[in-house]
């Protein structure tokens, strides 16, 4: 919340005037964006992405997929921790089957909100790799919005610099060296329930900007 706040006051008063979308990368970044939309009168959604672990250091991404059938890989990566390409393919199967029950529990039916044309602002809670917010704007790109700015609390330089090649725009609180974890930089970095994703959402509806859910 207190990161949503703060990336709000950063945003150039001139985006409200686009009537843009927020989209909250589950499921940390969807209390970002809660007080992004609010900030803007905004629409809500939620979008699912699901970081591949690696095996014995789960926090380690070796990639990501997205809603959409996006999957992006660190191919270095996985060449210099030597991951077996049956080894992946399982992690890649397990993680679909949990984005694709994810889908299922946020949006109980819903579709997405239509973004063709309009100015979406992509939250989430920090970066560490990037991979999950690369997968989120590979599988955004598709749907040819006008304009995607990335709202980051905290990101290593390098990964920032990534993420700016791939948008029109990033705000962004802090890119502190050395970074060590997202989480480092959060005095209460309690994952999100699904639960309070829903809420979330709901809130959002409550004032009558019409997300999808």
């Not at 809420?199 to 859910?213: D, I, T, V, Y």
Request: charged share 20%.
């Amino acid at each position: 919340t207190a990161a949503g706040m703060r990336l709000a006051a950063q945003l150039a008063p001139e985006v409200a005037q686009r009537q843009p979308i927020v989209l909250g990368l589950a499921r940390g970044g969807v209390p970002v964006g809660l007080e992004l939309a609010r900030h803007l009168q905004a629409p809500l959604d939620v979008f699912v992405v699901r970081k591949l672990g690696a095996p014995s250091q789960p926090e380690l991404a070796l990639g990501a997929l997205a809603s959409g059938d996006v999957a992006v890989l660190n191919r270095e990566l996985i060449e210099i921790l030597q991951v077996p390409g049956d080894t992946l393919q399982r992690i890649i199967a397990a993680e679909r089957e949990e984005l694709e029950r994810r889908e299922a529990a946020y949006r109980m039916g819903a579709p997405a909100l239509d973004i063709e044309g309009r100015t979406v602002i992509v939250a989430d809670d920090g970066l560490a790799t990037g991979a999950s917010m690369r997968a989120a704007l590979t599988a955004l790109l598709r749907a040819r919005p006008a304009e995607i700015i990335a709202a980051i609390p905290v990101a290593p330089p390098e990964t920032l610099l990534a993420i700016r090649q791939l948008v029109d725009d990033v705000v962004c609180i802090a890119t502190p060296e050395p970074f060590y974890s997202v989480g480092a930089w959060y005095a209460d970095f309690t994952p999100v329930s699904d639960q309070e994703l829903r809420q979330a959402l709901a809130e959002a509806r409550s004032w009558g900007s019409a997300p999808c859910l």
